[in-house]
Nanobody, 122 residues
């Protein structure tokens, strides 16, 4: 079992910044992928960014590329999502996800965090 705990959500105005963090505990080891998804009201959960177990490889969705950065220093460190130049369209519940192999779609995740609300006002 793996437990994921997110923190760092909140409310900001357009153009503001937030940093989300996700800490994993439990049966953690190498060869996993972690990432962030988000779900806005009335919409499906969508991928935002993912990163490999050692931080060497990452992916950021086109919708947030250039504004969001995913990072981690090692397999034992938290995963961070730095969100800059936030827009109202970024308003959603952000979920941390864990997968033992690839993480491309919602159904790929083996574990989920509880979610953290991000609200961007104009």
């Amino acid at each position: 079992q793996v437990q994921l705990v997110e923190s760092g959500g909140g409310s900001v105005q357009t153009g503001g910044s937030l940093r989300l963090s996700c800490t994993a505990s439990g049966h953690t080891s190498a060869s996993h992928v972690m990432g962030w998804f988000r779900q806005a009201p009335g919409k499906e959960r969508e991928i935002v960014a993912v990163i490999s177990w050692n931080g060497a490889n990452s992916y950021v969705a086109d919708s947030v590329k250039g504004r969001f950065t995913i990072s981690r220093d090692s397999a034992k460190d938290p995963v961070y999502l730095q969100m800059n130049n936030l827009e109202p369209a970024d308003t959603a519940v952000y979920y941390c996800a864990w997968a033992w192999s690839g993480l491309y779609y919602e159904h790929d995740a083996d574990y989920w965090g509880q979610g953290t609300q991000v609200t961007v006002s104009s």
